[in-house]
Protein backbone atom coordinates (compact mmCIF):
# COMPACT_ATOMS: atom_id res chain seq x y z
CA UNK A 1 0.00 0.00 0.00
CA UNK A 2 0.79 3.43 -0.70
CA UNK A 3 0.03 6.49 1.41
CA UNK A 4 1.02 9.94 -0.24
CA UNK A 5 1.00 12.52 2.11
CA UNK A 6 0.38 16.09 1.58
CA UNK A 7 -2.56 18.48 2.13
CA UNK A 8 -2.70 21.92 0.06
CA UNK A 9 -1.48 20.09 -2.80
CA UNK A 10 -3.61 16.95 -3.02
CA UNK A 11 -7.05 16.90 -4.28
CA UNK A 12 -9.79 14.20 -4.98
CA UNK A 13 -7.90 13.49 -8.44
CA UNK A 14 -4.62 12.21 -6.77
CA UNK A 15 -3.77 9.26 -8.05
CA UNK A 16 -2.38 8.39 -4.19
CA UNK A 17 -4.92 9.42 -1.69
CA UNK A 18 -4.02 10.97 1.39
CA UNK A 19 -3.96 8.16 4.38
CA UNK A 20 -7.51 8.83 5.69
CA UNK A 21 -6.33 7.52 9.30
CA UNK A 22 -3.28 10.01 9.82
CA UNK A 23 -1.53 7.17 10.94
CA UNK A 24 1.78 8.71 9.99
CA UNK A 25 1.17 12.00 9.67
CA UNK A 26 -1.02 14.15 11.52
CA UNK A 27 -3.34 16.97 10.02
CA UNK A 28 -0.53 19.28 10.96
CA UNK A 29 2.23 17.68 8.36
CA UNK A 30 3.81 16.19 11.59
CA UNK A 31 5.48 12.62 11.21
CA UNK A 32 4.21 10.76 14.45
CA UNK A 33 5.04 7.40 14.17
CA UNK A 34 7.86 5.31 12.16
CA UNK A 35 7.10 5.01 8.52
CA UNK A 36 6.57 1.32 8.06
CA UNK A 37 4.63 1.26 4.77
CA UNK A 38 5.09 2.99 1.46
CA UNK A 39 4.57 7.05 2.08
CA UNK A 40 5.36 9.86 -0.50
CA UNK A 41 5.34 13.67 0.92
CA UNK A 42 3.91 15.56 -1.84
CA UNK A 43 5.90 18.26 -3.84
CA UNK A 44 6.56 21.28 -2.11
CA UNK A 45 5.11 20.65 1.50
CA UNK A 46 6.12 21.51 4.52
CA UNK A 47 6.76 18.59 6.90
CA UNK A 48 7.79 18.46 11.02
CA UNK A 49 9.42 15.71 13.09
CA UNK A 50 9.73 16.07 16.78
CA UNK A 51 11.43 12.91 17.63
CA UNK A 52 13.55 9.69 16.31
CA UNK A 53 11.72 8.09 13.09
CA UNK A 54 12.98 4.88 11.43
CA UNK A 55 11.84 3.75 7.72
CA UNK A 56 11.19 0.27 8.93
CA UNK A 57 9.49 -3.32 7.15
CA UNK A 58 11.32 -2.74 3.88
CA UNK A 59 9.10 0.01 3.06
CA UNK A 60 9.74 3.34 1.06
CA UNK A 61 9.66 7.04 1.89
CA UNK A 62 9.65 9.30 -1.16
CA UNK A 63 10.24 12.91 -0.58
CA UNK A 64 9.18 14.99 -4.05
CA UNK A 65 11.08 17.98 -4.73
CA UNK A 66 10.93 21.29 -3.43
CA UNK A 67 9.85 19.52 0.03
CA UNK A 68 11.36 21.40 3.50
CA UNK A 69 11.24 19.35 6.66
CA UNK A 70 11.60 21.00 9.92
CA UNK A 71 13.09 19.08 12.93
CA UNK A 72 12.66 19.43 16.64
CA UNK A 73 15.72 19.08 18.78
CA UNK A 74 15.39 15.61 19.32
CA UNK A 75 14.78 14.10 15.91
CA UNK A 76 16.22 12.67 13.52
CA UNK A 77 15.49 10.51 10.34
CA UNK A 78 17.00 6.40 10.21
CA UNK A 79 16.91 4.38 7.13
CA UNK A 80 17.14 0.66 8.32
CA UNK A 81 18.32 -2.10 6.39
CA UNK A 82 16.08 -3.31 3.75
CA UNK A 83 13.89 -0.25 3.81
CA UNK A 84 14.37 2.88 1.26
CA UNK A 85 14.66 6.51 1.08
CA UNK A 86 14.07 7.92 -2.44
CA UNK A 87 14.78 12.16 -2.09
CA UNK A 88 13.76 13.53 -5.59
CA UNK A 89 14.60 16.98 -5.25
CA UNK A 90 15.83 19.06 -8.24
CA UNK A 91 18.29 22.20 -9.09
CA UNK A 92 16.36 24.96 -8.12
CA UNK A 93 13.84 22.56 -5.74
CA UNK A 94 16.21 21.47 -3.61
CA UNK A 95 14.76 19.38 -0.79
CA UNK A 96 15.97 21.02 2.62
CA UNK A 97 15.80 19.20 6.28
CA UNK A 98 16.33 22.22 8.84
CA UNK A 99 15.35 23.42 12.16
CA UNK A 100 11.84 23.91 13.44
CA UNK A 101 11.46 26.91 16.02
CA UNK A 102 14.50 26.38 17.84
CA UNK A 103 17.41 28.44 17.14
CA UNK A 104 19.30 27.99 14.09
CA UNK A 105 22.90 26.53 14.92
CA UNK A 106 25.18 23.32 14.62
CA UNK A 107 23.45 20.26 16.70
CA UNK A 108 19.98 21.98 16.47
CA UNK A 109 18.61 18.52 15.88
CA UNK A 110 20.12 15.11 14.77
CA UNK A 111 20.49 14.01 11.36
CA UNK A 112 20.15 11.30 8.21
CA UNK A 113 21.42 7.79 8.77
CA UNK A 114 21.07 4.93 6.28
CA UNK A 115 21.93 1.31 7.51
CA UNK A 116 22.53 -0.97 4.40
CA UNK A 117 23.66 -4.47 4.20
CA UNK A 118 27.16 -4.18 2.34
CA UNK A 119 30.35 -5.18 4.36
CA UNK A 120 31.85 -3.72 7.09
CA UNK A 121 35.12 -4.79 8.28
CA UNK A 122 33.87 -5.27 12.40
CA UNK A 123 34.06 -8.88 13.90
CA UNK A 124 31.06 -10.59 12.79
CA UNK A 125 30.28 -8.24 9.88
CA UNK A 126 27.77 -6.13 11.56
CA UNK A 127 27.61 -3.41 13.80
CA UNK A 128 24.69 -1.24 15.94
CA UNK A 129 24.39 1.92 14.52
CA UNK A 130 25.22 4.68 16.96
CA UNK A 131 21.67 5.72 16.90
CA UNK A 132 18.60 4.25 16.69
CA UNK A 133 19.81 0.88 17.67
CA UNK A 134 19.27 -0.45 14.23
CA UNK A 135 21.89 -2.74 12.68
CA UNK A 136 23.86 -2.74 9.28
CA UNK A 137 26.65 -4.62 7.34
CA UNK A 138 26.60 -7.68 5.75
CA UNK A 139 27.27 -9.46 2.33
CA UNK A 140 25.42 -7.47 -0.38
CA UNK A 141 27.83 -5.27 -2.10
CA UNK A 142 25.14 -4.11 -4.57
CA UNK A 143 22.90 -3.51 -1.68
CA UNK A 144 20.37 -0.56 -2.61
CA UNK A 145 18.86 1.63 0.22
CA UNK A 146 17.12 4.06 -2.66
CA UNK A 147 18.56 7.40 -3.82
CA UNK A 148 19.21 11.15 -2.97
CA UNK A 149 19.23 13.90 -5.30
CA UNK A 150 19.66 17.32 -4.70
CA UNK A 151 19.25 17.05 -0.61
CA UNK A 152 20.11 20.06 2.08
CA UNK A 153 20.76 19.06 5.63
CA UNK A 154 21.01 22.52 7.84
CA UNK A 155 22.18 22.70 11.28
CA UNK A 156 22.31 18.69 12.33
CA UNK A 157 24.23 16.65 14.59
CA UNK A 158 22.86 16.87 17.88
CA UNK A 159 24.42 15.49 20.66
CA UNK A 160 23.23 12.08 22.51
CA UNK A 161 25.37 11.63 24.99
CA UNK A 162 28.82 12.65 26.55
CA UNK A 163 30.03 9.69 23.77
CA UNK A 164 27.85 9.98 20.86
CA UNK A 165 26.81 12.53 18.34
CA UNK A 166 25.26 12.74 15.17
CA UNK A 167 26.37 13.73 12.10
CA UNK A 168 24.85 15.98 9.05
CA UNK A 169 24.49 12.45 6.57
CA UNK A 170 26.08 8.85 8.03
CA UNK A 171 26.47 6.25 5.73
CA UNK A 172 26.43 2.61 7.66
CA UNK A 173 27.43 -0.14 5.39
CA UNK A 174 25.29 1.39 2.43
CA UNK A 175 25.84 -0.35 -0.86
CA UNK A 176 26.43 0.29 -4.37
CA UNK A 177 22.58 0.18 -5.53
CA UNK A 178 22.56 3.30 -3.84
CA UNK A 179 22.52 6.83 -5.46
CA UNK A 180 24.26 9.56 -3.96
CA UNK A 181 24.08 13.27 -5.75
CA UNK A 182 24.38 16.98 -4.83
CA UNK A 183 24.05 16.80 -1.40
CA UNK A 184 25.34 20.16 0.78
CA UNK A 185 25.68 19.65 4.60
CA UNK A 186 25.72 23.12 6.47
CA UNK A 187 26.75 24.15 9.89
CA UNK A 188 26.90 20.48 11.50
CA UNK A 189 28.16 20.04 14.77
CA UNK A 190 29.84 16.67 14.19
CA UNK A 191 31.17 15.46 11.15
CA UNK A 192 29.61 16.48 7.93
CA UNK A 193 29.82 12.84 6.27
CA UNK A 194 30.91 9.93 7.58
CA UNK A 195 30.78 6.26 5.98
CA UNK A 196 31.16 3.38 8.42
CA UNK A 197 31.94 0.65 5.96
CA UNK A 198 30.20 -0.14 2.94
CA UNK A 199 30.41 0.55 -1.21
CA UNK A 200 28.61 3.00 -1.93
CA UNK A 201 29.19 5.32 -4.53
CA UNK A 202 28.37 9.31 -4.64
CA UNK A 203 28.61 12.35 -6.55
CA UNK A 204 28.59 15.99 -5.95
CA UNK A 205 28.95 16.33 -1.79
CA UNK A 206 29.13 19.58 -0.37
CA UNK A 207 29.95 20.55 2.88
CA UNK A 208 30.34 24.20 4.91
CA UNK A 209 30.83 24.60 8.84
CA UNK A 210 31.12 21.49 10.63
CA UNK A 211 32.49 21.95 14.25
CA UNK A 212 34.50 18.16 13.93
CA UNK A 213 35.68 16.76 10.61
CA UNK A 214 34.77 17.39 7.37
CA UNK A 215 34.76 13.75 6.45
CA UNK A 216 35.32 10.51 8.00
CA UNK A 217 35.48 6.93 6.89
CA UNK A 218 35.85 3.95 8.78
CA UNK A 219 35.14 -0.23 8.55
CA UNK A 220 36.10 -0.48 5.33
CA UNK A 221 34.22 2.06 3.27
CA UNK A 222 35.21 1.57 -0.67
CA UNK A 223 33.26 3.62 -2.62
CA UNK A 224 33.89 6.32 -4.61
CA UNK A 225 33.22 10.21 -4.46
CA UNK A 226 33.53 12.41 -7.77
CA UNK A 227 33.13 16.16 -7.15
CA UNK A 228 33.45 16.94 -3.38
CA UNK A 229 34.14 20.48 -1.24
CA UNK A 230 34.12 20.86 2.27
CA UNK A 231 35.08 23.96 3.64
CA UNK A 232 35.31 25.13 7.60
CA UNK A 233 33.38 28.13 8.84
CA UNK A 234 35.35 30.15 11.57
CA UNK A 235 32.24 31.82 12.35
CA UNK A 236 30.84 28.58 14.36
CA UNK A 237 34.78 27.98 15.63
CA UNK A 238 34.05 26.05 19.01
CA UNK A 239 37.95 25.21 19.55
CA UNK A 240 37.49 21.89 18.04
CA UNK A 241 37.06 22.55 14.37
CA UNK A 242 39.31 19.19 13.34
CA UNK A 243 40.47 17.69 9.82
CA UNK A 244 39.22 18.43 6.85
CA UNK A 245 39.04 14.30 5.90
CA UNK A 246 39.83 11.55 9.28
CA UNK A 247 39.96 8.22 7.32
CA UNK A 248 40.63 4.74 9.01
CA UNK A 249 40.56 1.68 8.11
CA UNK A 250 39.54 -0.31 11.66
CA UNK A 251 40.54 1.41 14.51
CA UNK A 252 40.64 -1.73 16.48
CA UNK A 253 42.22 -4.03 13.95
CA UNK A 254 44.50 -2.29 11.42
CA UNK A 255 44.20 -5.32 9.02
CA UNK A 256 40.49 -5.56 9.19
CA UNK A 257 38.95 -6.40 5.84
CA UNK A 258 37.85 -5.32 3.43
CA UNK A 259 40.45 -2.40 3.65
CA UNK A 260 39.09 1.25 3.58
CA UNK A 261 40.15 2.28 0.59
CA UNK A 262 37.62 5.03 -1.58
CA UNK A 263 38.44 6.59 -4.65
CA UNK A 264 38.26 10.30 -4.06
CA UNK A 265 38.63 12.66 -7.63
CA UNK A 266 37.97 15.94 -8.05
CA UNK A 267 38.17 17.22 -3.71
CA UNK A 268 39.02 20.68 -2.33
CA UNK A 269 39.39 21.21 1.32
CA UNK A 270 39.58 24.93 2.60
CA UNK A 271 39.89 26.38 5.70
CA UNK A 272 41.20 29.81 5.22
CA UNK A 273 40.98 31.01 8.66
CA UNK A 274 43.00 27.85 10.30
CA UNK A 275 40.58 26.66 12.58
CA UNK A 276 40.70 23.03 11.82
CA UNK A 277 44.20 20.76 12.13
CA UNK A 278 45.21 18.32 9.77
CA UNK A 279 43.90 18.75 5.94
CA UNK A 280 44.43 15.04 6.15
CA UNK A 281 44.74 12.98 8.55
CA UNK A 282 45.08 8.98 7.42
CA UNK A 283 45.44 6.43 10.02
CA UNK A 284 44.28 3.08 11.78
CA UNK A 285 45.31 1.09 8.85
CA UNK A 286 43.34 3.08 5.77
CA UNK A 287 44.42 2.84 2.06
CA UNK A 288 43.18 5.51 -0.20
CA UNK A 289 42.95 6.93 -3.74
CA UNK A 290 43.22 10.48 -4.27
CA UNK A 291 43.21 12.12 -7.71
CA UNK A 292 42.98 16.01 -8.32
CA UNK A 293 42.96 17.67 -4.96
CA UNK A 294 43.33 21.31 -3.59
CA UNK A 295 44.16 21.99 -0.07
CA UNK A 296 43.99 25.01 1.20
CA UNK A 297 45.08 26.38 5.04
CA UNK A 298 44.22 24.53 7.79
CA UNK A 299 47.32 24.07 10.31
CA UNK A 300 45.14 25.56 13.38
CA UNK A 301 47.21 28.53 13.33
CA UNK A 302 47.71 29.87 16.77
CA UNK A 303 50.00 32.94 17.75
CA UNK A 304 51.01 33.55 14.04
CA UNK A 305 51.97 29.90 13.64
CA UNK A 306 50.69 26.12 12.73
CA UNK A 307 50.24 24.29 15.44
CA UNK A 308 49.21 20.86 13.12
CA UNK A 309 50.79 19.34 10.47
CA UNK A 310 48.78 19.33 7.00
CA UNK A 311 49.13 15.83 6.18
CA UNK A 312 49.43 13.56 9.31
CA UNK A 313 49.68 10.08 8.62
CA UNK A 314 49.55 6.84 11.64
CA UNK A 315 50.21 3.45 11.83
CA UNK A 316 52.81 0.65 9.79
CA UNK A 317 49.69 -0.21 8.28
CA UNK A 318 48.51 3.20 6.36
CA UNK A 319 52.82 3.81 6.14
CA UNK A 320 52.95 0.48 4.34
CA UNK A 321 50.16 1.16 1.81
CA UNK A 322 51.85 4.33 0.61
CA UNK A 323 55.19 2.21 0.32
CA UNK A 324 54.03 -0.57 -1.73
CA UNK A 325 51.36 1.80 -3.59
CA UNK A 326 48.15 -0.26 -2.02
CA UNK A 327 47.41 4.05 -2.03
CA UNK A 328 47.77 6.57 -4.83
CA UNK A 329 47.67 10.34 -5.30
CA UNK A 330 47.69 12.13 -8.51
CA UNK A 331 47.68 16.10 -8.90
CA UNK A 332 47.83 17.48 -5.20
CA UNK A 333 48.08 21.41 -4.80
CA UNK A 334 48.41 23.35 -1.17
CA UNK A 335 47.39 26.40 -0.75
CA UNK A 336 48.55 28.33 1.83
CA UNK A 337 47.24 30.61 4.60
CA UNK A 338 48.02 32.89 7.12
CA UNK A 339 51.88 32.05 6.61
CA UNK A 340 51.02 27.95 6.52
CA UNK A 341 53.28 25.69 4.95
CA UNK A 342 52.56 22.37 3.79
CA UNK A 343 53.79 20.04 6.47
CA UNK A 344 53.86 16.04 7.40
CA UNK A 345 53.40 14.12 10.75
CA UNK A 346 54.47 10.28 10.29
CA UNK A 347 53.95 8.17 12.81
CA UNK A 348 54.48 4.36 13.07
CA UNK A 349 51.98 4.07 15.87
CA UNK A 350 48.16 5.41 16.79
CA UNK A 351 49.61 7.55 19.42
CA UNK A 352 52.94 9.56 19.03
CA UNK A 353 55.56 6.52 18.37
CA UNK A 354 57.75 7.59 15.86
CA UNK A 355 57.99 6.04 12.22
CA UNK A 356 61.61 5.98 11.20
CA UNK A 357 63.76 8.18 9.08
CA UNK A 358 62.89 6.09 6.22
CA UNK A 359 59.05 5.86 6.39
CA UNK A 360 59.03 9.69 7.03
CA UNK A 361 60.90 9.97 3.79
CA UNK A 362 58.68 7.36 2.32
CA UNK A 363 55.69 9.71 2.68
CA UNK A 364 57.02 12.60 1.94
CA UNK A 365 58.25 11.37 -1.26
CA UNK A 366 54.71 10.02 -1.66
CA UNK A 367 53.06 13.09 -1.59
CA UNK A 368 55.42 15.47 -2.93
CA UNK A 369 55.43 13.34 -6.35
CA UNK A 370 51.95 14.11 -6.57
CA UNK A 371 52.20 17.85 -6.44
CA UNK A 372 51.02 19.92 -9.25
CA UNK A 373 50.24 23.12 -9.66
CA UNK A 374 47.50 22.14 -12.26
CA UNK A 375 45.13 20.38 -10.09
CA UNK A 376 41.90 21.62 -9.55
CA UNK A 377 39.81 20.03 -6.89
CA UNK A 378 36.12 20.20 -6.66
CA UNK A 379 34.17 22.01 -10.11
CA UNK A 380 33.28 25.61 -9.42
CA UNK A 381 29.66 24.78 -10.44
CA UNK A 382 29.73 22.34 -7.43
CA UNK A 383 30.74 25.23 -5.04
CA UNK A 384 28.36 27.90 -6.63
CA UNK A 385 25.43 25.10 -6.34
CA UNK A 386 26.16 24.35 -2.54
CA UNK A 387 27.18 28.32 -1.54
CA UNK A 388 23.23 29.10 -2.75
CA UNK A 389 21.21 26.21 -1.13
CA UNK A 390 23.28 25.93 2.26
CA UNK A 391 25.26 28.53 3.12
CA UNK A 392 23.12 31.77 4.89
CA UNK A 393 20.57 31.47 7.48
CA UNK A 394 17.56 32.00 5.10
CA UNK A 395 15.23 29.17 6.95
CA UNK A 396 11.71 30.79 7.35
CA UNK A 397 10.47 29.76 11.09
Known amino acids: ?217 TYGWTGSVENIYGEHNSAINNGENDRGIEADNNGSNFQALPLSKPMITNLTLVDKDNVGSNGLKLRAGTAFDLTNVVIEGFGKVADGAATKSIIDVETLESIGHIEDATSSIEKLKYMAANGTELTYSVKAGSGQEDATDAQIEAVKGFFGAGLDASATGAPQALVTWGKSVAVGDSDAK
Open 1 to 217: MIIALGFSSCSSDDSNPVDPTNEIINDNNEIVKDVDQDVTLMAGETYFINRGIHVTEDASLTIEEGVTIKNGESSYLLVEQGSKIFIKGSAGKEVVFTVNTQEAKPGAWGGLIVNGQAPINVDGGTATAEVGDAIYGGQINDDNSGSIEYAVFKYGGNQINSEKEHNGVTLNGVGSGTKLDHIAVYNASDDAFEWFGGTVNATNLFAYGSQDDIFDW
